[in-house]
């Protein structure tokens, strides 16, 4: 159903399942316009920090210790604020997108 409503919507989206290596998955944080987190439970997450490393603003629900790390967060299990909050984050997308450079720097920094 997502992938349908982002073809009929024109957006481009990609969807990875299973593992990926930390390379990889710091380069397409720091490649994303945005990081939705749609978590419906969870105590943390490393990967609002790793965006936040890369620059990339970070949208999810208010559970755990997540909401101290997004960027914009919204009461759990409420679609419309999570749905508005992806609407500001698009509409806050002036950032200038990450290099390759800096991607390894990053990783560099915190895994040595």
């Known amino acids: 159903m997502c992938r349908r409503l982002a073809d009929r919507l024109g957006i ?3 969807w ?3 593992y990926q290596p930390l390379q990889d998955l710091v380069a397409a944080i720091a490649a994303a316009d945005a990081l939705v987190l ?3 439970r969870a105590g943390q997450s490393g990967l609002p920090v790793l ?3 890369v620059g990339t603003p970070t949208v999810g629900y208010s559970v755990g210790a997540l909401s101290e790390a997004l960027t ?3 009461p759990a299990n ?3 604020a999570l749905a508005e909050a992806i609407d500001t984050v698009v509409d806050m997308m002036t950032r ?3 290099t390759a450079e800096l991607t390894i720097a990053v990783l ?3 895994y040595g």
């Open 12 to 14: 481009n989206i990609s």
């Open 16 to 18: 990875v399942i299973g």
């Open 38 to 40: 749609p978590y419906r």
């Open 51 to 53: 965006a936040q490393a």
């Open 72 to 74: 914009i967060s919204v």
């Open 78 to 80: 409420d679609e419309r």
């Open 96 to 98: 200038p997108r990450p």
């Open 108 to 110: 560099e920094q915190l």
